[in-house]
């Protein structure tokens, strides 16, 4: 018998499109409606309302009786399948702050905690992580499984927790990861994790192009060469071009361009004018990861403070007025 657990996000805003949440209904109903296979999600970071009196988009999710915990509090459901007792605790992204730990049901015959965010010392290739969020203590309880979201890579933090990754690439950091899920057999030993691929739309970063000493035309023959014999239909592409002088740019070939925006679901010519060292100095490390909208403005100010792009006395208003925006706009959902 089986159970469905989504460690979030499901969506990646609290008020998503409408076409994104019906098209959320009608899949999730094909598990629990059409299948009867229970389904458990406890909400991320992007789907968690900043005030308390928002309600999440996710609450939809009760409506096709997905169990689902979007608040501050832990939840716990007890799911009965085939005669075995499943606990299932919930840690929603709201509720990892203020919650030290998370203890399993003595009653239950097995016991999933399922929670959102950065474990301490993620080990993920070389990417920065930002701030473990997920202290010790609320994933140390015993549970027999601790189904982890927020990371999008597929990665197996312990040998009873794991990241399932995400089902899609959403960003040219996560290029190399094979986007799928995860299915988790319990028995008495240790849990059994496989991954599962799933088709997605291709994701190609070609081979960059350093354009020094190039004029126009030899940069359009460079374009041209890295994108003829890679296979582009329906993917999303990005070319990145170094060093380049100024305005060599106009001469690549409008026509080639369109082309392969026609051809690609996306096509990226990104064009700096720095060596690649600078640039990837500027724009910092890569991420896996996406945090609130408060602290990607915050690093966004603070790289380029220190990069000295901007004045010290600059980077604090406007730093202080793009929160009073954001704390605003978050008001303004409870109202509308
Ligand atoms: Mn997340």
């Known amino acids: 018998m089986d159970l469905v657990i989504h460690s979030g996000d499901v969506f990646d805003s609290v008020r998503p499109a409408t076409h994104v949440i019906i098209g959320f209904l009608k899949q999730t109903a094909r598990i629990t409606a059409l299948s009867g296979i229970p389904y458990l999600v406890a909400a991320g970071n992007h789907e968690t309302p900043r005030l308390r009196t928002t309600t999440a988009a996710l609450e939809y999710a009760n409506l096709v009786n997905v169990v689902s915990a979007h608040g501050y509090e832990l939840d716990y459901e007890l799911v009965e399948i085939g005669g075995v007792g499943v606990g299932v605790t919930l840690a929603p992204h709201g509720a990892v ?29 070389s990417y920065e992580m930002g701030e473990a969020n997920l202290k010790s203590g609320l994933i140390e309880g015993g549970f027999d499984y601790v189904a982890l979201g927020h990371y999008h890579e597929f990665h ?17 950091g996560e290029v190399g990861f094979e986007p799928g899920f995860a299915i988790v057999e319990l028995s008495d030993g240790e849990p059994e994790v496989e991954h599962v691929p799933i088709e997605t739309r291709p994701m190609i970063d070609l081979p960059k192009i350093s354009a020094r000493e190039m004029d126009a035309s030899e940069l359009a023959e460079a374009v041209r060469e890295r994108v003829s014999d890679a296979d582009l239909d329906g993917a999303i592409v990005r070319l990145r071009v170094y060093d380049a002088r100024r305005g060599v740019t106009s001469g690549v070939d409008r ?71 954001l704390t605003r706009a978050a008001s303004e959902e409870v109202s509308s």
């Open 97 to 125: 702050l203020g919650t030290g730990a998370a203890t399993p049901d003595k009653d239950a015959d097995i016991n999933i905690l399922v929670t959102h965010g950065m474990v301490p010392g993620l080990e993920a290739r």
């Open 255 to 325: 026509e080639l361009l369109r082309d392969l925006q026609r051809r690609c679901l996306h096509f990226s010519l990104e064009v700096h004018a720095e060596e690649e060292s600078a640039a990837e100095e500027r724009e910092g490390p890569v991420t896996a990861v996406f945090g609130s909208l408060e602290e990607e403005l915050e690093a966004f100010v603070k790289a380029r403070r220190e990069h000295g792009e901007i004045e010290e006395k600059f980077a604090e208003e406007f730093l202080e007025k793009g929160k009073a925006y």
């Open 156 to 172: 197996r933090h312990r040998q009873n927790a794991y990241y399932a990754g995400a089902t899609e690439r959403f960003g040219f």
